[in-house]
């Protein structure tokens, strides 16, 4: 276990908001790293991305950076985009 994990994991055990809040946290920040990651697979910038989706380089950065609340029909875009299918689980 990391220094960092080993950190986050005695502030969870200190503080019951910072664990509430870091697990949701945690998983939107996820999100945008796997839109991210998708993008730069496929070979696009933020701008080559957003003119396929007739939008703004800002508005692809702020999805990859700022995912908390993004839609499900944006994240079925985002994918189309790249020549990829959004596949979901819940677990």
């Not at 796997?34 to 800002?58: C, D, F, I, P, V």
């Not at 508005?59 to 979901?88: M, P, Q, V, Y």
Request: proline letters at 1%; glycine letters at 4%; hydrophobic letters at 35%.
């Amino acid at each position: 276990m990391s220094d960092l994990q080993k950190y986050i994991e005695k502030r969870k055990k200190k503080d019951p908001v910072f664990a509430e809040n870091f697990d949701t946290g945690y998983e939107h920040f996820k999100i945008g790293i796997l839109l991210r990651q998708a993008r730069e697979e496929s070979g696009l910038t933020q701008e080559e991305l957003a003119s396929r989706l007739n939008t703004k380089k800002s508005a692809i950065s702020r999805i990859e950076n700022h995912a908390e609340d993004i839609k499900l029909s944006t994240l079925e875009k985002f994918a189309n985009a790249l020549g990829k299918r959004l596949r979901l689980e819940v677990a």
